[in-house]
């Protein structure tokens, strides 16, 4: 087949212990999944799961043992962490039950939802769509992926970010609202899962502002930490 121009790259992620890469499909994000962050942006930590996109090529791959580069993005003075389990989907599938989702997970990995705050303040204030304060270019930092069958109990793992060394954010898996096998049954209701799918599960408390030159340590027990650098 002849293009117009060179279609874009697959975007991967590399896979623990494995040469080959994760290819991927889609991004989907779980808002306010931790019932103390849902309270320090206003409500109540009490609501049926929601969701909302990046696009795959949002990604930034942090690889194991190096600093990854985040660009401080245009248009924003108050540029958010938020530490996140990531679900990487190898098996697709609709109206996936909870007691079955296991079987669509491929793997976990460290990731990183970062927000332009400001600007997703401003659109909730008017009712408008998150996209400029969510899916902007470099939103979507991760690590490796690592087999769910390497994983020991992710639901009991603990979940932490540091910035230039100082506790950020500090948690544990067992706290999210929706737990990962809820998370898939209700989002495969919503959308047909796809293999090269990633969830990222929400945040825990403590979200807060980052400048150029901070330097990020995510790390959730048994998965690669991650480690990025806002420029
Ligand atoms: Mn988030």
Same mark, same amino acid.
């Given at each position: 087949?002849?293009?117009?121009?060179?279609?874009?790259?697959?975007?991967? /992620?590399?896979?623990?212990?494995?040469?080959? @890469?994760?290819?991927? &499909?889609?991004?989907?994000? #779980?808002?306010?999944?931790?019932?103390?962050?849902?309270?320090?942006?206003?409500?109540?930590? @009490?609501?049926?799961?929601?969701?909302?996109?990046?696009?795959?090529? *949002? /990604? /930034?791959?942090?690889?194991?043992?190096? *600093?990854?580069?985040?660009?401080?993005?245009?248009? *924003?003075?108050?540029? &958010?962490?938020?530490?996140?389990?990531?679900?990487?989907?190898?098996?697709?599938?609709?109206?996936?039950?909870?007691?079955?989702? +296991?079987? +669509?997970?491929?793997?976990?990995?460290?990731?990183?939802?970062?927000?332009?705050?400001?600007? !997703?303040?401003?659109?909730?204030?008017?009712?408008?769509? %998150?996209?400029?304060?969510?899916?902007?270019?470099?939103?979507?930092?991760?690590?490796?992926?690592?087999?769910?069958?390497? #994983?020991?109990?992710?639901?009991?793992?603990?979940?932490?970010?540091? #910035? =230039?060394?100082?506790?950020? !954010?500090?948690? *544990?898996?067992?706290?999210?609202? %929706? =737990?990962?096998?809820?998370?898939?049954? +209700?989002?495969?209701?919503? %959308?047909?899962? !796809?293999?090269?799918?990633?969830?990222?599960?929400?945040?825990?408390?403590?979200?807060?502002?980052?400048?150029?030159?901070?330097?990020? +340590?995510?790390?959730?027990?048994?998965?690669?930490?991650?480690?990025?650098?806002?420029?």
């Amino acid at each position: 087949m002849d293009y117009l121009f060179p279609p874009p790259p697959v975007v991967t /992620v590399p896979v623990l212990g494995r040469p080959e @890469r994760f290819p991927v &499909h889609r991004i989907y994000c #779980v808002g306010r999944n931790y019932e103390e962050h849902a309270k320090e942006m206003g409500f109540t930590g @009490r609501e049926p799961p929601f969701f909302f996109l990046k696009p795959a090529d *949002t /990604v /930034v791959v942090c690889e194991a043992g190096q *600093t990854a580069t985040i660009p401080y993005p245009s248009l *924003t003075s108050n540029l &958010h962490h938020e530490i996140e389990l990531v679900i990487a989907i190898g098996k697709g599938g609709s109206n996936i039950a909870a007691a079955q989702a +296991h079987e +669509h997970i491929f793997g976990y990995a460290v990731g990183l939802d970062m927000t332009r705050r400001d600007l !997703q303040s401003d659109m909730k204030k008017q009712g408008r769509p %998150w996209c400029i304060g969510k899916a902007y270019d470099h939103s979507a930092p991760i690590g490796p992926i690592t087999p769910a069958a390497d #994983v020991g109990a992710i639901n009991q793992a603990s979940i932490a970010l540091t #910035v =230039n060394g100082a506790n950020r !954010q500090s948690s *544990t898996i067992d706290k999210l609202i %929706w =737990n990962v096998a809820e998370t898939i049954e +209700h989002l495969s209701k919503a %959308w047909e899962l !796809q293999p090269g799918d990633l969830i990222y599960t929400g945040t825990p408390e403590g979200v807060a502002a980052v400048v150029r030159g901070d330097t990020l +340590h995510g790390m959730i027990d048994g998965l690669t930490p991650i480690a990025a650098r806002v420029d």
